[in-house]
């Protein structure tokens, strides 16, 4: 079966839209019950104060740990007996690991929606499987006579766990879910070049003007004009279309993410990859960006 088969067969469950309409709005309203507290907790689990999601860096953990485990299983089936605490260890590990990538994991899946959002929740079920089967064998292993039923359940929950990386691997490869929507293969004009006459650009105003290849955001505020890249880290929102804040910020109008026209940073995720930024000048009436380098 080709992937493109799996892929299509997954996105035909309707009933994964279903649950997706049900869970998805109360763990966003459960952080914004939460108020400043909860978009903290939030920014936190997305990656913001990484420049990264999250969630990849801790998947490694169950990942590497429960491979470790099938492993020593395996040697310990083959008679190796002194593997035993080797591998309990590996999957308790595991367990941990797979709790970070579940609250992680939950809370960049609050950003997806159609195709996305059915296979992250598929990605999240197999999760939730594969770690009942791991959580079952951990605490068979505790028992006499019961150590053959918990290997072959912690092998059937690697089985799992490996048909839900791969769904994982497609949202980020396939679906383009936690990459940085502002790499792109377009030149970022490194030279000064005019997009907009001055006087086009009113105060408290944002456009959107093409640099070459590359659409920007400009924004005037208390007579500054700034420059930030126009198509949001995040998943590519217009950031013109959303809200000029009194605080000097732009907010994105598809997942509230947040930026600084200061110098593009990440203020609130769920982006978690700052704005290229843009120098600013007015010459012979125009409005003149080129990218800034150290950002
Ligand atoms: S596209 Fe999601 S916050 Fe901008």
Redesign the pocket.
């Known amino acids: 079966m080709s992937q493109e088969t799996v892929i299509n067969a997954l996105t035909q469950q309707e009933w994964l839209d279903k649950v997706g309409d049900a869970v998805q709005p109360a763990i966003i309203k459960t952080f914004e019950a939460g108020g400043k507290t909860g978009q903290e907790i939030k920014d936190f689990l997305h990656g913001v104060w990484l420049g990264h999601p999250l969630h990849p860096v801790l998947t490694d953990v169950p990942v590497g740990a429960w491979t470790a485990a099938a492993v020593l299983d395996s040697l310990e089936l083959l008679g190796g007996k002194k593997y035993k605490a080797g591998a309990d260890a590996a999957i308790a590990v595991g367990l941990v690991g797979a709790a970070g990538s579940a609250i992680t994991g939950l809370t960049d899946w609050t950003?997806t929606s159609g195709k996305s959002r059915k296979i992250g929740l598929m990605h999240a079920l197999l999760n939730v499987t594969a770690t009942t089967l791991y959580t079952t064998s951990y605490f068979l292993r505790k028992q006499k006579g019961s150590r053959k039923t918990a290997i072959g359940l912690a092998m059937l929950g690697y089985g799992v766990a490996s048909l839900a990386a791969y769904l994982g691997g497609h949202l980020v490869y396939g679906e383009q879910i936690g990459v940085d929507?502002t790499a792109t293969a377009a030149e970022y004009p490194e030279d000064f070049i005019a997009v907009l006459p001055e006087n086009e650009l009113a105060e408290n105003t944002m456009r959107c003007v093409n640099a070459g290849e590359v659409p920007v955001l400009l924004a005037r505020k208390n007579g500054e004009i700034y420059a930030i890249a126009h198509t949001?880290?995040?998943?590519?929102?217009p950031?013109s279309e959303g809200d000029l804040l009194d605080d000097g910020n732009v907010r994105?109008?598809?997942?509230?993410?947040v930026f600084s026209l200061q110098d593009g940073s990440v203020v609130d995720g769920?982006?978690t990859a700052p704005q290229p930024k843009f120098e600013v000048r007015v010459n012979n009436g125009q409005i003149e960006v080129r990218l800034l380098k150290n950002v």
């Open positions: 950003g929507h949001c880290s995040h998943l590519g929102g950031l994105c109008p598809w997942h509230g993410s769920p982006a």
